[in-house]
């Protein structure tokens, strides 16, 4: 079983969709939870990030973590064209300073 | 706003050839990183470090790459030789080493593709 899995998609929805985005994992000491967007070309940029169980809001993003069913989650309102990249989860052990495990990435279109 | 850059935006060698990848951190952290990601792949981590010497190293670090940081400003990736499956995107990353910090700052990455 991959440590970190997450559906590649791609992913096309209308603009101002509710975008889901998932990923399971299997290494039960992984403990901050992130979402990175990726842009072509680009390298990774911070979207959220969540410290154990539980949910966290930031304008139109939502983040979840299940840590019971090893489950994050990572909910787009009101989708625009610019949210168009591909959006990786990403885990870390203990403390921001440890490596990150990606997951594969999810790439996400919004179409106009 | 502070942000990592990274020397070259792509890089073209010959199989066998050594290459440098430079990256410049943003300049009061302490913690850096390389990672690279394969085309269609993911982002794997490759190494880092901390104080001058390397902290964790994946598999994939072998013998064949080595990181410094030699003159206290630019944190340098080394590949001795380069084989045909080291193309990929080289991201550097990184951290201000304070514990309740959790993000790590990602270069625009460099390409090196190997012929």
């Known amino acids: 079983q991959k440590e970190v899995e997450q559906d590649p998609g791609p992913l096309s929805v209308p603009e101002g969709a509710i975008v889901s985005l998932n990923c399971t994992y299997s290494?039960?000491?992984?403990?901050?939870f992130m979402w990175y967007r990726q842009y072509s070309r680009k390298g990774p940029e911070l979207l959220m990030y969540?410290?154990?169980?539980g949910n966290k809001e930031d304008g139109r993003f939502t983040a979840q973590v299940d840590k019971s069913s090893k489950y994050i989650s990572l909910f787009i309102r009101d989708s625009q064209p610019s949210d168009s990249a591909t959006y990786l989860c990403?885990?870390?052990?203990?403390?921001?300073?440890?490596?990150?495990?990606f997951g594969t990435g999810t790439k996400l279109q919004v179409i106009p | 706003e502070p942000e990592v850059t990274q020397t070259p935006s792509h890089q073209v060698t010959q199989m066998g050839q050594e290459v440098i990848l430079r990256c410049v951190p943003i300049?009061?952290?302490?913690?850096f990183y390389w990672y690279r990601q394969i085309l269609g792949q993911k982002v794997e981590f490759l190494v880092s470090?901390?104080?001058?010497?390397?902290?964790?190293k994946s598999e994939i670090f072998d013998d064949q790459f080595s990181v410094e940081r030699p003159d206290g400003s630019n944190f340098t990736l080394k590949i001795r030789s380069t084989k045909l499956e080291d193309s990929a995107m080289y991201f550097c990353?990184?951290?201000?080493?304070?514990?309740?910090?959790?993000?790590?700052?990602f270069g625009p990455g460099t390409r090196l593709t190997v012929l």
């Open positions: 290494n039960s000491a992984f403990q901050y």
């Open positions: 990353a990184t951290h201000p080493a304070h514990r309740s910090y959790n993000e790590q700052f």
């Open positions: 300049s009061n952290h302490l913690y």
């Open positions: 470090f901390y104080n001058n010497e390397i902290s964790e």
């Open positions: 990403a885990m870390i052990n203990s403390g921001g300073y440890q490596k990150v495990t």
């Open positions: 969540t410290y154990s169980s």
